[in-house]
T-cell receptor, first 109, second 112 residues
C-alpha cells in the first residue's frame, strides 16, 4: 500500500502557483520523497525528489517539513500543460515504486 | 540523452494469444522495471531486472514473465492473454543503485 495521502483533486488558475500537498507521516529516515506526474495515458514523468532539504529544479520546488511527515510540491506558474495526475511517493531506493491514486490537478484558463 | 523507449506503442490481441513487449532503457542504465496500469488497480509493479537477473517481483501470475539482455534491453511476455490483461504497460529504467526511475511512454495492450 502507498505510504502517502494526497487530495484526490485540485484546481488551479493558469499563471498562478499550484501547491500540491502530501502527507507521509510514517516515512523512515532513509526514505526519499519523490514526485511524478502523468499526463493522460502517457508514462509517468519524474519531477523532483528530496530527503530532508527543500529542493528546486526547472520544473518545480519541493518543500519538506522539518519532521518530514509532509511535503508540498509547488509549480510556480501553472500552465494548461501542467494538467495531470501528480503522484507523491515515499521511496527508499532499490525497491519498486508504490503508486497511490495521486492528485488530479486541473489548470483552468 | 535519449529517453526510455517502448515498442510497440499499441497492440491488439485476442484472448488466448501471447504477446511480447520491448523496452530499451536510457543509455548506461542497468535496471529495468515493468509496471501495469489499469483503471481499476492503478499502477502496479510487475518485476525488475538488473544485470540480466530478476531482482524484484510483484504479485502477478506466472503468465507474466520477463527477461533482460546483456545490453540492458528488456522484454516482457504475457501468455494465454485474458481480457483483464488489457492495460497500459510501462517500463522504467534507472542506474540500479536505488536512484531515480525514468519511465517510457508505455505500450497500450487491448485484449479482445
Amino acid at each position: 500500500d502507498a505510504k502517502t495521502t494526497q487530495p484526490p483533486s485540485m484546481d488551479c488558475a493558469e499563471g498562478r502557483a499550484a501547491n500540491l500537498p502530501c502527507n507521509h507521516s510514517t516515512i523512515s529516515g532513509n526514505e526519499y520523497v519523490y514526485w511524478y506526474r502523468q499526463i493522460h495515458s502517457q508514462g509517468p514523468q519524474y519531477i523532483i525528489h528530496g530527503l530532508k532539504n527543500n529542493e528546486t529544479n526547472e520544473m518545480a520546488s519541493l518543500i519538506i517539513t522539518e519532521d518530514r511527515k509532509s511535503s508540498t510540491l509547488i509549480l510556480p506558474h501553472a500552465t494548461l500543460r501542467d494538467t495531470a495526475v501528480y503522484y507523491c511517493i515515499v521511496y527508499p531506493g532499490n525497491t519498486p515504486l508504490v503508486f497511490g491514486k495521486g492528485t488530479r490537478l486541473s489548470v483552468i484558463a | 540523452k535519449a529517453g526510455v523507449t517502448q515498442t510497440p506503442r499499441y497492440l491488439i490481441k485476442t484472448r488466448g494469444q501471447q504477446v511480447t513487449l520491448s523496452c530499451s532503457p536510457i543509455s548506461g542504465h542497468r535496471s529495468v522495471s515493468w509496471y501495469q496500469q489499469t483503471p481499476g488497480q492503478g499502477l502496479q509493479f510487475l518485476f525488475e531486472y538488473f544485470s540480466e537477473t530478476q531482482r524484484n517481483k510483484g504479485n502477478f501470475p506466472g503468465r507474466f514473465s520477463g527477461r533482460q539482455f546483456s545490453n540492458s534491453r528488456s522484454e516482457m511476455n504475457v501468455s494465454t492473454l485474458e481480457l483483464g490483461d488489457s492495460a497500459l504497460y510501462l517500463c522504467a529504467s534507472s542506474s540500479g543503485g536505488g536512484d531515480t526511475q525514468y519511465f517510457g511512454p508505455g505500450t497500450r495492450l487491448t485484449v479482445l
